[in-house]
């Protein structure tokens, strides 16, 4: 996490930061919206389930919990899916999971049918969307990636500011079953986001130029490794570790003040329509606060610190939560709602972002599969442990305070830790250079020395030839130098490797400096 990763993607192939990637940014500025907002629109038919199968609220509220569970809890899944398939394939099987769950669940003749159809077969195929299409992301864009990722969480707040208001226009014209097959329907468009989906391939023309290479110097071409399904190698990572811990601490209170804002202003006395335009103020900002701060997070001097951009983020997020539990009226609802907005959207716009930055593409796979399984954990603990807690007390203050705290303590967590544990920092090729160079002079010094012990003469005819050496030798590097890229990077093994090999004498180059 104190580092940045290098993101590594097909083999000659860098990050396009546009051309098709701006398609790619539209389809997971769709899924996203349909990943995060489904679960709070289907909501709008829980009346007419009640109704309908004589349940109480409770039963119907665990549809939007086992959808949120199969979001998260099934990230392992969709990693290995993903490793073994691709993520074209992935998506567009799980756009018809989702809305084949839909259109099952219309025709339902119990709520059990409903929690199997619409929560366990519509959140997997939303789940097998929602990763793939930040794992597409994250190899179409590198130097732009935070202002993408901005944009793509967007999609959140906007498909809610959306499906609500068509979720409850379609359950008054048709009904909860018509309103079901036509929101499956709707669904069908996860496939079109998932055709978008182009893998990113080498060029062929430089491939047989390598290859010709390759053969012509009698280096044999190694086969690839296959890659690992699932791989757990990223919790040797510190930074890794320290950011679940922190997301998962996170969670617990990141998704409670939205559930239960809207019953904390019609416990101060007010009408049901202006106690729900709160949510709608909250959405509005959020829609504006996740690409802006996506802009922010790219600049030069922010970018390369995103890990405590993101701790200010929850710490602001944790703060609103803290403050906003002692509100007495409409009006400090209405500045608390302003400033969660804010706070919300900036965390949604970084949470991914720096998950990115701390593993690299080539791991981002199995990383956000890991990553949410244990957000999963924390999501079904998260609003019922409130719900709980609110019943014991029958004050909204405590539950706004819970939140607070448990979001103030990740924040601390990810900064503290990432300041105290995390010392490697990314190596320069500068350095690298200069290492070579002052090993050259190390070697020099050394050859002269065993000179000394020779006569004038062939001293005198030694220094000639090994002056010319040297000068070739420094023109060498400076042309390395100037000609060679900023990005690229020398491996350290094989720098030592080379500077170990048999010099013209016989002898072999001893230095300090060489031990790397």
């Known amino acids: 996490m104190g580092g940045v990763a290098v993101d590594v993607g097909a ?33 709008v038919f829980f009346k007419e389930l009640i109704r309908e199968f004589d349940v109480g609220y409770s039963d119907t509220a665990w549809i939007s919990s086992i959808l949120l569970a199969m979001l998260y809890g099934t990230g392992p899944v969709c990693s290995v899916l993903v490793n073994r398939f691709g993520c074209r394939p992935v998506m567009m099987v799980g756009g018809l999971f989702a809305s084949l769950g839909m259109i099952l669940a219309s025709f339902s003749t119990s709520i059990i049918h409903i929690y199997l159809c619409t929560g366990v077969i519509t959140g997997l195929g939303l789940s097998l969307n929602f ?18 990722n901005g944009l793509s969480a967007a999609g959140s707040p906007v498909a809610l500011c959306c499906l609500s208001p068509l979720g409850q226009v379609l359950q008054y014209q048709y009904g909860w079953r018509g309103g079901f097959l036509i929101l499956g329907g709707l669904l069908l468009n996860c496939c079109v986001c998932g055709a978008l989906m182009k893998p990113l391939v080498a060029p062929k023309s430089k491939e047989l130029e390598e ?8 280096i044999e071409i190694k086969k690839k490794a296959k890659p690992k399904l699932l791989d757990f190698s990223v919790f040797k990572d510190r930074g890794f570790v320290i950011y679940t811990v922190a997301a998962s601490i996170m969670v617990l209170g990141l998704f409670v003040p939205p559930v239960f804002v809207v019953s904390y202003a019609k416990e101060l006395g007010n009408e049901d329509t202006k106690s729900a335009l709160l949510l709608t103020i909250l959405g509005f900002i959020d829609i504006f606060a996740r690409p802006t701060c996506g802009v922010i997070a790219g600049l030069k001097w922010v970018r390369p610190r995103c890990v405590y951009f993101f701790s200010f983020a929850m710490l ?40 990115m930055t701390i593993v690299g593409t080539e791991k981002f796979s199995s990383a956000i599969g890991l990553v949410l399984l244990m957000e999963a954990i924390a999501v079904l603990v998260g609003p019922p442990g409130a719900g709980r807690l609110l019943d014991a007390t ?38 690298t250079l200069e290492s070579i160079a002052l090993t ?18 062939e001293k005198g005819e030694m220094e000639e030839p090994e002056k010319a050496t040297n000068e070739e030798e420094n023109k060498d590097i400076e ?20 500077l170990k090999e048999p010099e013209p004498n016989g002898n072999m180059a001893a230095c300090p400096e060489t031990c790397l």
């Open 11 to 43: 083999p000659g192939v860098k990050a396009p930061d546009g051309g098709w990637g701006w398609a790619v940014l539209a389809g997971c500025f769709v899924i996203t919206g349909f990943s995060y907002a489904f679960p709070k629109a289907v909501s």
């Open 131 to 148: 990763q793939p299409s930040l794992i597409m992301l994250n190899r179409y864009f590198s130097e732009k990636r935070p202002l993408a």
């Open 211 to 218: 290859r010709r290479d390759k053969e012509l110097d009698g």
């Open 316 to 355: 602001f997020n944790g703060i609103a939560d803290l403050i906003g539990s002692q509100s007495k009226d409409y009006s400090a609802l209405v500045v608390f709602c302003i400033f969660f907005g804010i706070s919300y959207g900036m965390v949604g716009a970084l949470q991914f972002e720096v998950l």
């Open 394 to 431: 029958k004050n909204y203050m405590y539950v706004f305070l819970l939140a607070g705290c448990e979001v103030v303590v990740s924040a601390v967590v990810l900064a503290t830790c990432n300041f105290l544990f995390i010392k490697i920092k990314p190596s320069e090729p500068a350095d």
């Open 440 to 457: 050259d002079e190390c070697n020099t010094k050394m050859c002269g020395n065993r000179a000394d012990g020779k006569d004038d003469d």
């Open 479 to 498: 042309g390395i130098d100037d000609v060679r890229p900023k990005s690229v990077t020398v491996d350290s093994q094989e720098v030592e490797r080379f």
